[in-house]
């Protein structure tokens, strides 16, 4: 893998994992849950996308990727550990 495979492929998967948390830390309650306060959900969306490489999510995916694992299970896995 190139410095540019590996730049491309870190960016690629910030990007999803960006929006995954922001699906998931969205204002809205997801079906099921009970409820979810808004200063809670406001002060983690505050910690979680504020940036970042997402080096942590990135080492996730590809770990995953090794062992055939691929699509939303493992974006949300990689979500979690940011």
Do not use: C, W
């Not at 994992?17 to 204002?27: F, I, Q, S």
């Not at 997801?30 to 979810?36: H, L």
């Not at 002060?43 to 995916?61: C, D, N, W, Y």
Request: charged share 25%; proline share 5%.
């Amino acid at each position: 893998m190139t410095d540019e495979d590996f730049a491309s492929r870190l960016s690629a998967a910030g990007n999803d994992v960006e929006a995954m948390l922001a699906e998931l830390l969205a204002a809205r309650a997801s079906p099921g849950e009970i409820a979810r306060p808004e200063r809670l959900t406001a002060a983690m969306r505050h910690a979680t996308l504020a940036g970042g490489k997402r080096l942590r999510p990135f080492l996730v995916m590809e770990a995953a990727r090794l062992y055939g694992a691929q699509g939303r299970p493992v974006l949300r896995a990689a979500a979690a550990i940011e």
